[in-house]
Structure formats: structure tokens, C-alpha cells
């Protein structure tokens, strides 16, 4: 019995120190694109339009929550009509076969929901692959305040209608993975308008996303100057923190700034990455269950880590879960041949603890 306690203690280390790397999630302001892709399961509809990109994206209520049941979303063009798809169990949708130019998405025959409408630019430069342009909708519970909107409207109030082109232009950007031109554009938004907060910020995503965590580190001291009260930098700091090392820094800022944006799924998963490396356990596991909860697949290193938490706390069966739960949604992850050799590692204990316990 000794040994084998020994045996899963070691086997717990092991795995803390293989999976405590944090990795700089693909995440806008807001909390939740994925660089490129199709979100996993999304209902998808060929648009018939003759192009080669893709729209695709999520729905959530106001309330934060993903929304389950189907619904119809469509796509306006200015000259063909419009395209019907529906969502996916998990508000997940796709519309493919898109070519160049601007579109509508709109919701608006859902009794629960205040209709919604969005324009969507496809930009594809001659001689360009095709991409995917992801789109986070939120949608207002009929009948419910939701103050979030009316701070993010706040926080644009006074950008100039130029700034704010190349900032929407720079969020395309960066949806369709080109972190460097989102840069360009973000600086082009800023010397519109020097005192644009929200520019400053995902300017810190973008040098996030690329791994210059020193340029991110300015553009987010600048960011916080400009609005010290607000929570979108705070978070957004809180987790280059994370990246950096400064768990302890993390944890505070992290905490402080979900107290205003408890729906962010990205400030729960790295606070409660932060929190796990720290070896609080208990609260590692609230956050990171959180984080599920509001970003579900989105925020795949939530399993990993609960994975090792559980496995720390001798809880296999339920960290396996974990485990086999990230391969699912991460199969080609640069980690995920370890996880599995982890996973096999495990099942060979416990066939020897039972071959022993049978003789």
C-alpha cells in the first residue's frame, strides 16, 4: 500500500510538471475566438455562393450561458438573397463556399431572444488561401437587462468612425490568424485616436498571440492608464501575468478583474491554470469548471488541467476522463502524445496493482 501511494504521488509530479506549461490562448477582449477553424461539432451549411471561406461561430444567451437548442441564423447578401443554416446542441454554426465581400448575419425569428444583426467583411487578397472569419454572437434574453453591451458601447462612445474601421478591420484580421496585420491595423486605429483603450488592449492580445510578451506588457500598461477602472485590461494583464510565470501576481488580478466579467471563460481557465500550479486544488478545479461551463470546447486546456488535479488528488478514473476529454478536442496538441503515454502509464499501474492484488 506504502509503495503504491508512493507510486501515484510520483506519477501526480510527473504529470504537474509536464502539463503546468501555460500556452497563450487565441482570445479577443470580449473572451472567446479561436485562431481559424471550425468551433468542434458546428452545424454546417454550404452557402452556394462559389467562394472558398468559411463564417463560422458560437452563440450565447446574455445570461452567459451556451445556448442548446437550435437555432435559425442567416446570411444576407446584398445581391443573391439570403442562406439559411441552424446551429448546432452547442450554438456552434458554419456557414462554407463564402467568396469576398460583406454580409449580414441575423437572428431574428427566436421568441426568447431581442432579434440580432451583424455585418461580416470576407477579405481574400488576390493570390490568398482561404480562410475562416469566427464571430462570437451574444444574444439579450427577452426581458432581461444586460449590462454588458452597454459598457463595451461606452468604451467605443467617442472613438472616431475611422479609428474604429481599423479596429473592426484588425479583430478580422486576427480571427483569420494574422496576428501582424492585426498589429498594423490596431497601430493605424491608435494614431486615429491615442486614447483608445480598447485598441491598446488587443494590441497586447495580438503581441500575446506572437510571443512578444514585452510589447504586450507596454501595450497593456497603456491600455490601463487610459481606463484604470476598467476590468478588460486588468483581465487581459492578468493572464500575460500567467504566461509570464507570476502566478501569484495572476491569481490577484485575475480575481480582481473577474469580479466585473465573471462570463469570461478565459480569465476562469487561466486563473484556474495559475491557481493549479500554486497548488490550490480546490479552487483550481471551481475555476476551471467554470471555464468549461461558459467556453465549453473553446477552452480545451481546462480538462488537461483538471486531468492533473485529479490525478494529484488520486482520482484517476476522473482524471483519465479529463485526459481522454482533451485528446477528443486537441488530438494533434504538441503535448498530446505525453498525455497519452500518461494515460497508458496509468492503465499499466493499475493492471499491476490488481495482478499483485490477486496474488
Do not use: C, W
Not at 74 to 84: E, H, K
Amino acid at each position: 500500500m506504502l509503495k503504491r501511494n508512493v507510486a501515484g504521488r510520483a506519477l501526480a509530479l510527473v504529470l504537474f510538471l509536464l502539463l503546468v506549461v501555460v500556452r497563450v490562448a487565441a482570445q479577443s477582449p470580449q473572451g472567446g475566438l479561436p485562431q481559424g477553424g471550425f468551433p468542434p461539432g458546428a452545424a454546417s451549411t454550404d452557402s452556394g455562393l462559389g467562394g472558398g471561406n468559411a463564417i463560422s461561430g458560437s452563440l450565447v444567451a446574455s445570461t452567459g450561458q451556451r445556448i442548446s437548442k437550435r437555432i435559425s441564423i442567416r446570411l444576407r447578401t446584398s445581391t443573391r438573397g439570403d442562406r439559411i443554416s441552424t446551429t448546432d446542441e452547442r450554438g456552434n454554426f458554419v456557414f462554407q463556399g463564402v467568396p469576398p465581400g460583406d454580409y449580414i448575419l441575423v437572428i431574428d425569428r427566436e421568441p426568447e431572444f431581442e432579434p440580432f444583426s451583424q455585418t461580416v467583411t470576407v477579405i481574400q487578397p488576390r493570390g490568398t488561401p482561404a480562410q475562416t472569419i469566427f464571430v462570437s454572437i451574444r444574444l439579450d434574453v427577452k426581458g432581461k437587462s444586460n449590462a454588458n453591451p452597454g459598457v463595451l458601447n461606452a468604451e467605443f462612445a467617442n472613438v472616431p468612425a475611422r479609428a474604429r474601421a481599423s479596429y473592426d478591420k484588425a479583430i478580422q484580421l486576427a480571427q483569420a490568424g494574422n496576428n501582424k496585420a492585426a498589429v498594423e491595423q490596431l497601430k493605424q486605429a491608435i494614431s486615429e485616436y491615442p486614447e483608445f483603450m480598447l485598441a491598446f488592449n488587443e494590441l497586447g492580445v495580438q503581441y500575446l498571440r506572437l510571443g512578444e510578451l514585452d510589447k504586450a506588457d507596454e501595450a497593456l500598461a497603456k491600455a490601463r492608464k487610459l481606463a484604470p477602472d476598467s476590468a478588460t485590461p486588468l483581465l487581459t494583464h492578468g493572464v500575460l501575468l500567467a504566461v509570464q510565470g507570476n502566478f501569484n501576481l495572476a491569481v490577484t488580478e485575475l480575481q480582481t478583474a473577474l469580479k466585473q466579467k465573471d462570463q469570461s471563460a478565459i480569465g476562469h481557465l487561466y486563473l484556474g491554470q495559475s491557481l493549479a500550479i500554486l497548488g490550490r486544488y480546490a479552487d483550481a478545479e471551481s475555476h476551471l469548471t467554470r471555464a468549461i461551463d461558459l467556453g465549453g470546447d473553446e477552452v480545451k486546456d481546462a480538462h488537461r488541467f483538471l486531468g492533473a488535479i485529479y490525478f494529484q488528488r488520486g482520482e484517476r478514473e476522473k482524471g483519465v476522463a479529463e485526459f481522454e476529454t482533451y485528446l477528443k478536442l486537441a488530438p494533434k496538441a504538441k503535448d498530446a502524445e505525453q498525455v497519452r503515454n500518461m494515460i497508458r502509464q496509468n492503465k499499466r499501474s493499475q493492471n499491476h496493482a490488481l495482478k499483485r492484488y490477486s496474488d
